[in-house]
Each structure stands twice: as structure tokens, then as C-alpha cells.
């Protein structure tokens, strides 16, 4: 079946511009993630959710950033007033359920701002 | 607290063997993941150990330790397209699913 998918797979914003990335996760996946990947580094983790409740946003850097899940698939990821030290790839995932499932994840995308 | 280490670098020959090392610690084990990236592209899944042995998948097998808090990625028969970066994570000791990641090991494998 089809994986995760996420769009725009490339954003260039001007500093200061707001932007939102989606995410659609491989139908059935209870749980989400939105990790930030540094160039040449491992994803950090952002957010995470089960069906549509946000547990855990501890690893989103500032208010500027704010994700929901309304409706228990479809994910957004909103950065607002963007900065350059946003530049990054932004992975979405999703698994089954369990603590130990395999989470599966999305192209990304490659947010730039100048 | 939980942390990973893994080497940043390893370079290898078409046709050899690699082993790619990864040591984490952590106040409570729910297993160990690799995942693999090529630049530019998602993680892709390569194992779960949650259980000390080797499991061997085809050309890749993974190792853990959980007494020494130690895992291994072994990669024979190198091809050129396995040229990428090698990601060791665990999940979170807590109640969030958070995947804890190290920071890779890029892997260049030469002709």
C-alpha cells in the first residue's frame, strides 16, 4: 500500500513568512511524528501523536511552531514567523500503535529560508 | 537520561564486509532500531533487536548486547549503493513513543 507521503517536498520561505507542511500517514497508523533533521545530523523529535491528540510537543523549538492532527490522519505542521535557524528537513513518521513498532516515514521536506 | 553514540564516519571496499558500531544507555530498553538513509532521502527500516543475538537479514544482520548496551550493524558484500548513513535509535524509557536517535554513521564504499 502507499507509504507516507508529505508536501510540499521543498519550501523556500523569506525570513518572517509563515509556512505549513503536511503530512499523510500510512492508513490505519494510530501514532505520529514530526522529527527535524539537521544537515548531517540525526532527526531531533518534535511532536508526537495518538489519533488526533498531541502527547507530547516538548521537542518543538519555540510557539512558533505548532502541529495538529483534527481528525486523526492528516498532520500539519505550521511554523510561524519563520527564521533561518528553521532551515532544516522536516520527516514526518507514523506506526501501528505500540511503544516498539517500527515507525515508517516520509520523504520530508526541505524547508529553506532566506 | 538516554544517549547513543556511533562513529561518524567509515569508509569500505565494494565486495567487503563492514561493521558499524552503536552503544547507547538508557533507564529502561524497549529495543534497538537501524535505520538507513541516502542523502536526500527518508530513513528507510532495517532492523529491530529487542533481544541479545544476532538476526541476520540477507546481507545485513544486526547484534545487540543489552548487557553491555551495545549493538552492531554488520554489512557484507558491500555494493556501491550502500553508500549511505546508518542510524542507530532507540525509543524513548518513558511513555512517549519518541524515537532517541544517534547522529549516523555515513558510510562511503569505494570501487
Known amino acids: 500500500g502507499a507509504g507516507v507521503s508529505q508536501s510540499p517536498r521543498y519550501k523556500v520561505a523569506k525570513r518572517g513568512q509563515d509556512v505549513a507542511l503536511r503530512c499523510d500517514p500510512i492508513s490505519g497508523h494510530v501514532s505520529l511524528f514530526w522529527y527535524q533533521q539537521a544537515l548531517g545530523q540525526g532527526p531531533e523529535f518534535l511532536t508526537y501523536?495518538?489519533?488526533?491528540?498531541?502527547?507530547?510537543k516538548s521537542g518543538l523549538p519555540s510557539d512558533r511552531f505548532f502541529a495538529e492532527r483534527p481528525e486523526g490522519s492528516v498532520s500539519t505542521l505550521k511554523i510561524q514567523r519563520t527564521q533561518q535557524e528553521d532551515s532544516a528537513v522536516y520527516l514526518c513518521?507514523?506506526?501501528?500503535?505500540?511503544?516498539?513498532?517500527?515507525?515508517?516515514f516520509g520523504p520530508g521536506t526541505r524547508l529553506t529560508v532566506l | 537520561g538516554q544517549n547513543i553514540d556511533q562513529p561518524t564516519e567509515m569508509t569500505a571496499t565494494e565486495g567487503a564486509i563492514v561493521q558499524i558500531n552503536c552503544t547507547y544507555q538508557t533507564s529502561g530498553f524497549n529495543g534497538l532500531f537501524w535505520y538507513q538513509q541516502h542523502a536526500g532521502e527518508a530513513p528507510t527500516f532495517l532492523s529491530y533487536n529487542v533481544l541479545d543475538g544476532l538476526e541476520e537479514k540477507g546481507r545485513f544482520s544486526s547484534f545487540l548486547s543489552r548487557s553491555k548496551g551495545y549493538s552492531y550493524l554488520l554489512l557484507k558484500e558491500l555494493q556501491m549503493k550502500d553508500s549511505a548513513s546508518y542510524l542507530c535509535?532507540?525509543?524513548?524509557?518513558?511513555?512517549?513513543?519518541?524515537?532517541?536517535w544517534g547522529l549516523g554513521t555515513s558510510l562511503a564504499v569505494n570501487p
Open positions: 501523536f495518538q489519533n488526533e491528540a498531541q502527547l507530547d
Open positions: 535509535a532507540i525509543p524513548n524509557a518513558g511513555n512517549n513513543r519518541k524515537l532517541i
Open positions: 513518521a507514523s506506526s501501528l500503535d505500540s511503544k516498539t513498532d517500527t515507525q515508517y
